[in-house]
């Protein structure tokens, strides 16, 4: 039976960089691995995703779009991939409506929570790999790259108020979650992330 594995934290912290390394392993040994994105996964999820990223608009609407891409996330690639035995490894998932929405924008907790029970139902990740570090180290590897987008281009405390969204969500929902210390050289990051995926083979 495949697992559900989300990775998660601040724009910059280092996901995409070693989500790939991650999936090669599962599948090195062996795994069916579903690799997917969010905002994204569906067609009409990328097209969400290129409206959620550059064009402003409503918190609320934000966070309706980011929903609405993840119910058909689900219905189409998630829940499919899982009951045909594969494993799911997703670049973000609702833990970062969490962050960005209710730290970041600021929006009701409780309503995003009901959004969650509406599109999750009992649908929640089988382990979260989050990635922590200051906010100024993240925006410097940001900043190196370039050509930043909607929430990239956020300014003062916003990215400090998405950890702390990441934060409160972590404390509500401890066992699903390993913590990285992502500031640290790539080698000692990927290391760890080669630990925590020998050890949910080992599960
Ligand atoms: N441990 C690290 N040390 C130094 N640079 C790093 C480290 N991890 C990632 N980087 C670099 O930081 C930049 C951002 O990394 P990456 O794109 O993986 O972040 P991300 O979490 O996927 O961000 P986003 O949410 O914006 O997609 C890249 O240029 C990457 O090479
Ligand atoms: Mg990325």
């Keep these: 039976m495949g697992k559900f594995i989300t990775f998660e934290g601040v724009d910059g912290a280092g996901k995409s960089t ?16 579903v690799l997917t994105r969010e905002p994204g996964g569906t067609a009409l999820g990328e097209s969400l995703r ?8 409503d918190s609320h609407t934000e966070a309706l779009l980011m929903f609405a891409a993840r119910q058909e996330h689900i219905a189409q690639v998630i829940r499919p991939a899982l009951a045909a035995g ?21 929006l009701d907790w409780g309503k995003l929570q009901q959004l969650e029970h509406w599109v999750l139902g009992d ?8 990635f922590d570090l200051p906010i100024e180290v993240a925006r410097e590897r940001l900043n190196r790259d370039g050509n930043l987008d909607k929430f990239e281009q956020e300014q003062g405390d916003f990215f400090e108020r998405v950890r702390a969204g990441y934060h409160r969500r972590m404390a509500e929902q401890p066992q699903r979650y390993v913590c990285i210390d992502a500031n640290r050289p790539l080698d000692a990051v990927a290391e760890q992330c080669q630990a925590v995926l020998a050890q949910l083979l080992k599960d």
């Design 50 to 57: 290129e409206i959620l990223l550059h064009q402003a608009m």
């Design 123 to 130: 649908l929640q990740p089988d382990l979260t790999v989050f």
């Design 86 to 106: 594969k494993w799911v490894v997703s670049d973000r998932f609702a833990d970062a409506s969490f962050a960005y929405q209710g730290g970041g924008r600021g």
């Design 18 to 33: 070693h989500l790939s390394n991650f999936v090669a392993g599962l599948r090195a040994r062996g795994a069916e691995v």
